[in-house]
């Protein structure tokens, strides 16, 4: 059995290869042309869901297990957006800096420094066998004025509950025990194990 990422995001692949280290992975543009995938849906499952799906029909190999991942930061003082609308906040071509910049400005806009938010994680699993998904969050604030080096996305405005380092500051191993993606990856392990069992 092979796993195909959903994904040619290099921040999102390398935490996915990480986390299944045990297990043949790759990133679905390994295997053929990136294509767009249109995420239409309004909730992260239902992204992560339409990814998945599309990248397992377009394998046309029966014994893939497709693995897409939606994930955002949801603001408490902006109402919870970007949610999921996350990835391109700053607009279809912006950059990680350019996402983080203006959500940073927009928090500020506020008339705050620092706001409670949380991250979520929704991992979509398809396969012969049809389609499953898990979620996993991380709960914290951010604030606006970043932090560290160590990460990608919004991690250098993030600080996790519990810590007084964001994101951008935090070890590694640190942020995989704390992660929304390592989270829900740890329940999609479960039935990726389930699938392997199924077809020995």
Sequence with gaps: MRIVIATSNKGKV??????????????????MEGFEI?????????NAL??????YKALKDEKAVVVADDSGIS????????GIYSARYGGENASDKDN?????????????????????AAIAVVSYEGESCVHGWMHGEVIT???????FGYDPMFIPDGFDKT??????DVKVGLSHRSKALN??????DQIKTQRA
């Design 167 to 172: 994101l951008g500051e935090l070890e590694s």
């Design 14 to 31: 390398r935490e996915i290869k990480e986390l299944l280290h045990d297990r043949e992975v790759f990133p679905y543009t390994d295997l």
């Design 187 to 192: 329940l999609a392990k479960i039935l990726i």
């Design 145 to 151: 004025s970043p932090r560290g080096e160590n990460g």
């Design 100 to 120: 983080l910049y203006k959500l940073m400005d927009a928090v500020k806009d506020k008339g705050v420094s620092s706001s409670k938010a949380h991250y979520t």
């Design 38 to 46: 249109v995420e239409d849906a309004e909730t992260f499952k239902e």
């Design 75 to 82: 603001v408490d003082v902006l109402d919870g957006a970007p």
């Design 50 to 55: 339409i990814k998945a799906r599309a990248v």
